[in-house]
């Protein structure tokens, strides 16, 4: 089955930017999510990028994605301490109907 | 516009005693829905997920059944719980691709 993979955590300062990462296995996943936990909630979702795309670009968030390498990025660009959160990785699978999480990043933003 | 709801929102239960968590959605009409388990606040695993009234996949075997009996509704039940189900439990819906989280059920089995 799908593999996603994610480093666990990420520190940063505060106005710096983050850069998340996250790898997987399945080269026919078409959509690829992003997804931010704040403690104690659900997940939100914070953007996607479907196969076809290089790049997406929505406010303060960059995603990348190399199909080839199966590899794809989430950076936050001057990163505040409201950014602290896990943030998770998804890719579709299961024809459409599962998504496969990643294990989650944590994202710690200092002063 | 659509939302999700998931209750109760915390809930602290004996060993052996029974279970029944609840999801509903508004605004929209014949959703995929979904219950994870979300264990020390990592890693999400999928327990079961419904395409339609009555239709129930099983991701894992355990204690846990998930039922659906109205078209936004999803219920997640055991009939005597263990140590092991506590963890944070989560629903979400989706249409087409993406899926949309309720704020979850924080449980704990003492």
């Known amino acids: 089955g799908e593999d996603v993979e994610q480093s666990l955590f990420l520190s940063v300062r505060e106005g710096d930017s983050s850069v998340i990462n996250c790898t997987y296995t399945?080269?026919?996943?078409?959509?690829l999510y992003w997804y931010k936990q704040e403690p104690g909630a659900g997940l939100q979702l914070l953007t996607y990028?479907?196969?076809?795309?290089d790049m997406k670009q929505d406010q303060r968030l960059t995603v990348l994605l190399n199909k080839k390498d199966k590899h794809l990025s989430l950076r936050i660009a001057d990163t505040q301490t409201g950014d602290s959160a896990i943030y998770f990785c998804?890719?579709?699978?299961?024809?459409?109907?599962?998504?496969?999480f990643g294990t989650g990043t944590q994202l710690k933003v200092e002063l | 516009s659509q939302t999700i709801h998931q209750w109760p929102a915390t809930l602290v239960q004996p060993v052996g005693s029974p279970l029944s968590l609840e999801c509903t959605v508004e605004?929209?009409?014949?959703?995929?829905l979904y219950w994870y388990r979300q264990a020390a606040g990592r890693g999400l695993q999928l327990l079961f997920y419904?395409?339609?009234?009555?239709?129930i996949s099983s991701e894992v075997p355990q204690n846990l059944s998930a039922s659906r009996p109205q078209d936004r509704q999803f219920i997640l039940s055991s009939k005597k719980l263990l140590l092991s189900d506590s963890g944070f439990y989560l629903c979400?819906?989706?249409?087409?691709?993406?899926?949309?989280f309720g704020p979850g059920t924080r449980l704990t089995v003492l």
């Open positions: 979400a819906w989706s249409a087409s691709g993406e899926q949309f």
């Open positions: 399945d080269s026919s996943s078409t959509y």
């Open positions: 990028i479907f196969s076809n795309m």
């Open positions: 998804a890719v579709i699978t299961g024809g459409g109907n599962k998504l496969t």
């Open positions: 605004g929209t009409s014949n959703p995929n």
């Open positions: 419904s395409v339609g009234i009555g239709q």
